[in-house]
């Protein structure tokens, strides 16, 4: 057939990468059908699959299965021969799944091991016989780069190394100003760090000539260090064991130098089945765990960062992030994932907006930080409401601890939650969060609890998303609340709105008055 020459011409599959498509056409869309990604890895192969081009992402399936393709290939050069077996079953059982779930293309990508090994292109070529996925083996740095993508999803903006250790190698790349810079790989992952000969003294020896080499060809690193992988991630669920650290959310969970040394010693000493129980380790992760703490030891003491952060964002994310235009990137994680919510969840989308105007002037000093957990809480205030009213402050609660938002600290979390627990509950006394309340100082409680029963008393005056529902007028050096009343509005103020106001005003310790509108 001739082309016909006034055709549009066809992209090029190869120029969007592992997608071959363009994810964001449109610069300011906020929804796209759900995109499945499979990271093939040394130790593991996982399917993800993203619900959504929201900024910050929501998982609609996560699955991994630990498949050690990398495993003695430090001897042998070759894939695992029972790890081939492992992850081709893996790969069938993913695609079968993207079928069901009626999924575009997966996008796949492999890393070290396969990379690495005499066997990968022959392990690719069997799998896109048996199951028609192409595998994007993609080289050390492009590494680095896909995984300090990921960090800056969650992180727009952020600055520091960007350290991913995956089973059979361990990627450094620094971020500043939303941008990846220097990158280096190197093979100090888990399952290469097994097979180095002299036991544990010539690991560590071998340990520390890698990290001096990539800090002498990095710089100094005095800033954040994120750390990316299930290693790292393994090592902190074990922090928070010794610790006894109450909110068992891995994201943007913190640690110092001196609670690296801490676990350090605590997991050399202790009974390793016993410490993989009780901190919720599989066993194949555990097994990496004393080889990764080494690496982690040495990084911590070789860059000196200022503090340390753990990322569930990485590589996959960074694929999205990827595609994601400027202006999409640009965006905060947090608001974005709240006005998807809200959307999708509330009972009348978009008043979010308009009860943050309501209770702003509670705030009007408030920093930037806190203004964007205002913000935040406003958006879901109703994203719960089909819970069983018994249960709407627990389940809001929850929903803000340990849903997947990105962008925020763990306290900042807890101040959402427990903002949200009382726009449903006036008292927060006997709540099975209590152990959480501590990540926040009593200010900060306070201001949570005044947030929350604004928002309670803000609900009860809702006609339509932009409706004139009054203002406040807040006095605070004469702790006077002075609520100003449009006509249209007057009907809505009754008893149950009148006592949830009182319940404010007690909470701010001022005086009440309810005023027509000149």
């Known amino acids: 057939m001739t082309p016909d020459p006034n055709a549009a011409p066809q992209p090029d599959p190869h120029e969007w990468g592992p997608f071959g498509r363009p994810l964001f056409n449109d610069p300011s869309a906020r929804a796209l059908s759900r995109v499945g990604v499979v990271d093939v890895g040394s130790n593991s192969v996982r399917l993800v699959v993203f619900d959504g081009a929201a900024r910050s992402p929501a998982y609609f399936y996560n699955e991994k299965i630990m498949c050690g393709l ?135 020896a071998h340990i520390k000539t890698v990290l001096e080499d990539l800090k002498e060809r990095m710089g100094p690193q005095r800033d954040r260090l994120f ?19 109450p909110l068992k959310v891995l994201h943007e969970y913190r640690m110092t130098a001196k609670s690296v040394r801490d676990t350090a010693k605590f997991i050399e000493t202790s009974d390793l089945e016993a410490l993989r129980g009780e901190a919720g380790v599989s066993s194949a992760r555990m097994a990496l765990v004393p080889y990764a703490i080494d690496v982690l030891n040495r990084l911590v003491r070789c860059f000196k960062p200022k503090d340390i952060a753990i990322s569930s964002y990485g590589i996959r994310e960074g694929l999205l992030y990827e595609q994601m235009p400027q202006r999409l990137r640009d965006r905060d994680p947090l608001i974005e994932a709240c006005y998807f919510a809200e959307d999708k969840d509330s009972r009348l989308p978009g008043f979010g907006k308009t009860l943050f105007r309501f209770v702003m002037p509670l705030f009007a000093k408030a920093p930037p930080a806190q203004v964007r957990l205002i913000k935040a809480a406003c958006l879901l ?53 209590a152990p959480l309340y501590g990540l926040l100082d009593e200010q900060e409680q306070k201001q949570a609890e005044i947030l929350g029963k604004a928002m309670r008393f803000g609900a009860m005056l809702v006609m339509k998303p932009d409706a004139d529902m009054g203002h406040l007028n807040w006095v605070a050096k004469k702790r006077r609340l002075d609520l100003i009343l449009p006509d249209d509005a007057r009907p809505l103020y009754g008893e149950v709105a009148e006592a949830r106001l009182m319940s404010l005003a007690q909470t701010l310790n001022a005086a009440v008055s309810v005023k027509p509108r000149d």
């Not at 029972?82 to 575009?104: C, I, S, T, W, Y």
């Not at 750390?227 to 650290?245: C, E, F, H, P, Q």
């Not at 008292?427 to 099975?432: F, H, S, V």
């Open 70 to 204: 990398g495993a003695g290939q430090s001897e042998t050069g070759r894939l695992n021969p029972e790890g081939r077996v492992r992850a081709l079953a893996a790969l069938h059982r993913f695609q079968h799944l993207a079928e069901g779930m009626g999924l575009p293309p997966l996008s796949a990508v492999a890393t070290a091991a396969v990379r690495d090994a005499r066997d990968g292109p022959e392990f690719c070529d069997e799998v896109q016989r048996a199951t028609g996925l192409k595998l994007w083996v993609i080289d050390g740095e492009e590494e680095a780069r896909l995984s300090a993508q990921g960090v800056l999803l969650g992180w727009p903006g952020s600055y520091g190394l960007v350290c991913d250790i995956g089973g059979s190698s361990m990627e450094l790349a620094e971020i500043s100003g939303g941008r990846v810079g220097r990158r280096l790989t190197s093979p100090l992952g888990p399952l290469k760090l097994r097979d180095i000969k002299g036991g544990r003294r010539g690991r560590k």
């Open 227 to 245: 750390l990316v992988g299930g290693s790292w991630r393994a090592i902190a669920r074990i922090d928070m064991t010794r610790r006894g650290y």
């Open 381 to 433: 205030h109703d994203v719960s409401w089909r819970a069983h009213p018994d249960y709407r402050a627990e389940v809001c609660f929850d929903y803000a601890t340990r849903a997947n938002l990105g962008g925020m600290k763990h306290s900042e979390r807890v101040f959402l939650g427990l903002a949200l627990q009382h726009r449903y509950r006036n008292k927060r006394e006997g709540a099975r969060f």
